[in-house]
């Protein structure tokens, strides 16, 4: 192929783990991964070439289109068979850059000659027909001069986290898949990078606190964004993390532990001054403020790996969490936060006085 990925083949595989004598069973596609994503009916493999017609490789002034490829997994083991492939412009982000609703997919993609470039971002719609996955609605034309940061798709709507200097929270209507639109839109300095929902009227985004000129960061920042008007998003309360540098819950949302029945935000993230690796306890609830309730720290793991002059750049950070508990039964919710060097309990009102370790 004289595509940029023809030199690559990806298989997509399944095994029924339910009989030991299976075999793996599947298909194949000329391309490259760059993204993954899946629904309960679907598997897509996603790449991002160059349109470069006169090089199979990708310059730094190429255009970039995102190349789509579906696979039928609804009938389990017997599956998956290739569906369908189709293009938009630009490149993805992540997974969450994608989302499949009513037999269609829904891309949200950066159009710039190189990953990483300032361009523009658009949503394109796509539905598969005798084997093409075709472009039936597209609203373009989000951040000018800037990329997307994140992306979150809910039913009939998206929002999308643009950002070069100003971070601008667009809410695109995707209710007529052949016409979606922009709705509204809100500016604020500093970005998101990742975003979740608190219910259908409420959005926390974290990412980081940044001046208006975009040079300067004051920390990882918690966002809670009302979105019941997608005429009019806005920002209900903000909270900027005290002496932090970056969280790895912005670019891995397994690390971005929201526990609604404990009105609970748990994330790791890194302080600037010491490089010391702390757990953070925030209090979510759309009717209060943001609060940090606190900071679990590692202090009983390194107080008992017998180690002469530890210091906290030897620590490879927290990285997980999990919040446990039974208040109806009196059993208070509990945050258990884990790292490569052990496990540490605190009480989720008191993230500061650690209970046990491990």
Not at 155 to 174: G, N
Not at 281 to 303: M, T
Request: charged content about 20%; hydrophobic content about 35%.
């Amino acid at each position: 192929s004289e595509r940029e990925s023809g030199d690559w083949l990806v298989s997509v595989q399944a095994l029924d783990t339910a009989d030991p004598g299976s075999a793996f069973h599947g298909t194949s596609v000329l391309t490259s991964v760059d993204t993954v994503y899946a629904s309960a009916d679907s598997l897509y493999v996603v790449s991002s070439e160059s349109r470069d017609e006169s090089s199979p490789w990708q310059s730094y002034d190429s255009s970039i289109d995102t190349f789509v490829h579906q696979f039928d997994i609804t009938d389990g083991p017997l599956n998956p068979s290739y569906a369908a492939s189709g293009d938009v412009p630009g490149w993805v982000l992540n997974q969450f850059s994608l989302d499949e609703s009513d037999g269609r997919l829904r891309v949200a993609t950066t159009t710039s000659g190189w990953e990483g470039g300032s361009g523009e971002s658009g949503i394109y719609v796509m539905e598969p027909s005798d084997g093409e996955l075709a472009v039936v609605g597209q609203v373009e034309g989000l951040g000018v001069g800037e990329q997307i940061y994140a992306v979150r798709f809910v039913d009939d709507a998206a929002y999308v986290v643009t950002y070069q200097q100003i971070d601008p929270l667009y809410t695109v209507d995707l209710s007529d898949p052949t016409n979606p639109r922009t709705r509204g839109e809100l500016k604020i300095p500093g970005f998101s990078n990742y975003l979740h929902m608190v219910d259908d009227a409420h959005v926390l985004g974290i990412g980081q606190d940044m001046d208006e000129n975009g040079w300067e960061s004051y920390g990882v920042q918690i966002s809670l964004f009302d979105v019941s008007d997608l005429d009019n998003p806005t920002r209900k309360a903000k909270l900027t993390l005290d002496d932090t540098s970056w969280s790895e819950a912005q670019n891995q949302h397994h690390a971005f532990n929201y526990f609604g029945a404990a009105q609970a935000l748990v994330v790791p993230a890194t302080s600037m001054s010491s490089g010391e690796s702390r757990m953070h306890v925030v209090h979510v609830n759309p009717d209060d403020p943001l609060e940090e309730l606190g900071a679990i720290s590692q202090d009983l793991l390194l107080d008992s790996s017998q180690v002469e002059d530890w210091y906290y750049g030897y620590c490879t950070g927290f990285r997980r969490s999990v919040i446990m508990g039974d208040p109806e039964s009196d059993t208070p919710y509990y945050v258990y936060a884990q790292s490569n060097v052990g496990i540490v309990v605190a009480d989720i009102e008191e993230p500061d006085s650690l209970l046990a370790s491990v």
